[in-house]
C-alpha cells in the first residue's frame, strides 16, 4: 500500500484501564464503508467479499473485483481492512464455486475448500486484492473462511504470499483449528474467530434451522471455552486474536470475549456505540473475571446470568 495521507479521526476502543481494543466493522459492501466511518469504526475486520457475487453465474473479473476493493480501501486510509476470501457454500453459496448436490452443505466443499478446488478463482482473486493494495494506503490483511487444519492454514499463507499480500490469517470457525489454535498461529499472522460458524459447528446445529435455534447460541461455555484456546495461543504466540461473528455485538458478551483473550473485535457498524461504551466500564482483570465465571457455567443462560453477576461487582 501507498503511504497514508490521513483520514477521517476513529474512536478508538478502550478498557477502562486504557488497554486498547480495537473496534472494527462488519461490512457486505464497498457502499457501507462510510457509515462505518462515520460510527468511528477503527477499521474494517471482516469484509464479506462473496456478498457482492451472491447473484452471479459466472467467477468475477480480476478487473471487476479491483474495482469494489479499491472503493471499500479508499475510505480506509492508513487503518487496517481485513478481506475474507470467497466464503462459498451452506448459507451464501455461490452458483460459480459450489456444488448444489450436496447434502449437508455446512459439512461439505465450502469456504477455503471450495476455493482450493477451484483454485484458479482463490488466485485471481487475490490478484486483484494485491493491485487494489498497491493502488490505496489501507492496511490490508487477507484471511481464508472455513479452515479446519494447520495444513490449510500454511497453504492459504504461503499462496497470500506468492501475492505480495504482507498480513494473512485464518478464520477460526470450526473446533479443529481452535483446539490447535497455537499450530495453527505458527503459521498465520492473526486469527480471527467467526463465532456463528464456530457455535453451529461446536453445537452440531444448522445455523439456518429453525427447530434447533436454541442451540445457536455464542454464550454457551463449549464455545467461549474454544475462544479461551485461541486467546491463549494468541497470548503465547504474541499474535492478534480478532473476532467477527455476531457475538462481538453483545455489549456484555464483547467484555467476556476480550476478557478470554480477543485482541480486537468486529461488528455490524450500528453496535459499536454500545460496545465501546461496555468496554470502558470494565478493566482488562474485570474482564478476565467475568469471562471465567461465563466459561465455568454449565449452559449459556447459566453462563450470561454468571458474567452479569460478575459485572456488578
Ligand atoms: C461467522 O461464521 O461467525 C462469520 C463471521 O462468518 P459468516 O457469518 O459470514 O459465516
Ligand atoms: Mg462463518
Redo the contacts with the bound molecule.
Keep these: 500500500a501507498r503511504a497514508a495521507a490521513g483520514a477521517a479521526p476513529a474512536t478508538p476502543g478502550a478498557l477502562a484501564d486504557g488497554t486498547a481494543i480495537a473496534l472494527l466493522a462488519?461490512l457486505g459492501k464497498p457502499g457501507d464503508a462510510a457509515d462505518a466511518v462515520a460510527r468511528g469504526a477503527e477499521g474494517v475486520g471482516?469484509f464479506?467479499t462473496e456478498f457482492l457475487f451472491l447473484s452471479s453465474a459466472q467467477a468475477p473479473t480480476i478487473q471487476q473485483q479491483r474495482e469494489a476493493y479499491i472503493e471499500l480501501l479508499r475510505p480506509f486510509e492508513g487503518r487496517k481492512v481485513v478481506v475474507r476470501m470467497l466464503?462459498a457454500g451452506a448459507?451464501?453459496p455461490l452458483a460459480f464455486l459450489n456444488d448444489a448436490h450436496e447434502e449437508n452443505p455446512a459439512l461439505g466443499l465450502r469456504g477455503l475448500r471450495a476455493l482450493r478446488a477451484s483454485e484458479d478463482i482463490l488466485r485471481e482473486q487475490l490478484t486483484a486484492l494485491a493491485e487494489a493494495d498497491a493502488a490505496t494506503a489501507a492496511d490490508l490483511w487477507v484471511m481464508a473462511?472455513m479452515v479446519t487444519t494447520v495444513e490449510e492454514t500454511a497453504y492459504f499463507t504461503a499462496l497470500a504470499r506468492e501475492y505480495g499480500l504482507k498480513t494473512a490469517g485464518v478464520?477460526v470457525?470450526v473446533p479443529a483449528s481452535a483446539l490447535l489454535a497455537d499450530r495453527v498461529l505458527a503459521h498465520a499472522d492473526f486469527a480471527s474467530?467467526?463465532?456463528?460458524?464456530?457455535t453451529q459447528y461446536t453445537m452440531a446445529a444448522d445455523r439456518l434451522l429453525g427447530s434447533v435455534a436454541s442451540f445457536q447460541d455464542p454464550w454457551h461455555p463449549a464455545v467461549l471455552r474454544l475462544v479461551r484456546e485461541v486467546g491463549d495461543a494468541g497470548a503465547r504466540t504474541g499474535k492478534p486474536v480478532g473476532i467477527?461473528?455476531?457475538a462481538a455485538a453483545d455489549p456484555l458478551l464483547a467484555v467476556v470475549l476480550v476478557g478470554l483473550g480477543a485482541t480486537s473485535l468486529s461488528m455490524a457498524p450500528a453496535a459499536l456505540a454500545d460496545v465501546r461504551r461496555s468496554l470502558s466500564q470494565h478493566s482488562l482483570d474485570d474482564a478476565r473475571r467475568i469471562a471465567a465465571a461465563a466459561a465455568d457455567a454449565d449452559d449459556a443462560a447459566a453462563a450470561r446470568a454468571a458474567a452479569q453477576a460478575a459485572a456488578q461487582i
Excluded: A
Design positions: 462488519n471482516l464479506r466464503d448459507d451464501k473462511p478464520m470457525e474467530i467467526g463465532t456463528n460458524d464456530l467477527c461473528g455476531e
